[in-house]
């Protein structure tokens, strides 16, 4: 009989059989750079290099902002390193019940609860909300905390085509029985920079009774005249029925946050499992996230200088020759083709000084291999420009070029 020790050998062979492959040369090792430190920005030290920063998520441009630094290190003399507890019992300080009164305001709802992750937030809400007999229906191209999120639940799952408010309206339709319907879409999709078509979901869900779930993970700061997200973008205050989001993005702490009713938030305070037996996010944490949320109020700049130079961008690497998609945000991808296609380019792209992260299957469709690439506020027109020099060089080397 094979022993519990050797089945776990053999897990982690295959785990290591299947990054072998995709590290499988020093080429494709050195375009993937798998947890390799790449520290500050935008121009960031790896091995020794100094390379210019295109694939990160600090969309706002604040990670290094000396008012978030002192922020925390204030809370840390206040409240110490640690949150001492979960929650519900030694975990809340003042800076949490300030941090969900600025979300909730910012965000346009009444009541906001903050979890210790974007990803626990999407397990904890789909988790108190859903169970079985109930159904969530996902977008095809959903962010895998929702998936697993609707897994955990014991709900069923039905998928809808990627955006496409007809198929979601058909799978509603072929529905049966009386639980509770949830349709959850990202409002800003990671990979590829375009946005759910708010309008015609929130119609479809009204016409079938179901709650619309959307998060907001690349959507804070990035989209909405002032960065207020998708119902911002579209002009649809209340669009959404429950918004969540996370605070390690163009917020650069960690956490995250669900916005809706005082019911709501009331509900998950006591059945959002990973709210209610996991630490409260450490007080410093606390401090920084709501210190660039009041930036983000403060300096509606950022958001306007991300989408005119994402705007700018697009068109100069379309004008390359490169596929962007369907990109609307600062999330622009450089659609390559095949897995070593998207490998030999980024490796071109680092010896032109800028790293562009290679993002191949089975995180996407065979042949739609990429590098995905985040304008941030960061980044000024210089360094918009010398990426741009570098992708069209990788581009005119490798044969792409227009
Ligand atoms: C759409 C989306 N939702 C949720 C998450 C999880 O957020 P966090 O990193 O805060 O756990 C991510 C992170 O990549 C994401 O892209």
Redesign the pocket.
Known sequence: MTTSRELLQARAERTQRWVGRLESTPHRRNSFMPYRPVPGGPYVDVEGERLLMMSG?SYLGLAHDPRLADAATAAMATFGTGAHGVRALAGTTPLHHELEAQVARMLGRESALVFG??????VGVIGAICGPGDTVVVDKL?????VDGCNLSGADVVRFRHNDAEHLDRRLSALTGDGLRLVVV?SV??MDGDIAPLPQLREVCDRHGALLMV?E??GLGVIGATGRGIEEHFDMPGGADIK??????GIPS???WVVGSPELTYHLRYAARPFLFSAALPPAQTAIALEALRVLDAEPDRVTLIQQESARFRDKVREIGIDVGDSETAIVPLIIGSDEAAYDYATRCRENGVVGLPVVTPAVQPGMARLRIAITAAHNRDHIDEALGAFAAAAQAQGLAA
């Open positions: 998520y992750s974007g990803y626990a937030t999407n959903d962010h895998a905390s929702i990202d999709y990671s998060d993970a690349h969540v989001g996370t605070l390690s993005k960690v956490g995250g």
